[in-house]
């Protein structure tokens, strides 16, 4: 699943970067040729009216006869808001000037001929762009996905030898007399297992089956969990009796990632609100020191201090996704509020 994810956005930005570099490269060729090309007509119609001026035999052209002026100003091409011309000295007469005119309409025409005859040549050139970008990225990438393929396997093979470690100190733990010591080992033993957990949700893309179950046992067993390592937090749980239809195991991820969060980020003496609607939808607050970006929280590696590995959050936006369960984030001066509406 991470490698798809991220072979998926590493694929999609460098095709980007590549064929908008491609795009900017073609788009300053084309415009320059365009330029060029609208010089080049100005250039050809001037001809051709210069070159009218000596046989009159073009029907393109219209002529007017206007009052003479200054040599500097004959034999140059000009634009008015209706036609191009010319001036051209007259024979014979010394007060008037010839003016030969070529329609700005028609001189427009052929501009837009050439506009579209090089904005085909573009589009061609764009979707030859695309494809040599997907092969970029797919040739810069395999090198880099097989490194991660094997990095994937290996914490793949990592995290299932882990289990039956991390369960055997479990059970071995449960039969042993309780004192503070084990108590304690106890509790981070249940928080690497935790962990674990949360390492094999995030490596592997599950379908979730769906059961009836209550959900106030499920959040009293994360309570329970939390309020031994956290004991000077206040709780304040308001849970009646409800049943939900969802997955348990993958529920019991989201509401263990979301106190995890409320209980690593709260305040000195804070507070931890817990309460169930009867619509079924699940609000925790808790007190806090603010959050700088509340719109990247749910991003995967995000974090904003140096606490944990930037994925906890992450996984729930995942599980909500899968379970469809609508999540909102609240974000206050001095409290965090996540809602889940269960659908």
Partial sequence: M??????KE???KGFSLFFIVIELFLSFIFYNYYRLEEEH?????FLEMKNYSFFFDDNRFDINIVPKVKESQLYELYFDNQNLYILVPLLDDKDNSLEIIYPLSKYKSKLKNIQYELLGQFLILSFIAILISLLFAFYALHPLRNALLLLEEFIKDIIHDLNTPITTILINLKMMKRDDEVESIAQSANAIAMLHKNLAIYLNDSN????????????????????????YISWDIDIKEQTVVSNKNALSRVIYNLLSNACKYNTTNGFIKIKMEENLTLTITNSSYGIKNPSNVFNRFYKESDRGLGIGLHIVDKLCKELNINKRLEVSKDEVTVTLIFN
């Fill in 41 to 45: 007509l100005s250039e050809e119609i």
């Fill in 10 to 12: 590493s694929l999609i």
């Fill in 208 to 231: 979730f089956q769906k059961e009836s179950f209550s959900i106030k046992k499920v959040i009293d067993e994360q309570v329970k969990f939390f309020y031994s390592l956290y004991d």
């Fill in 2 to 7: 991470v490698i798809k994810l991220f072979e």
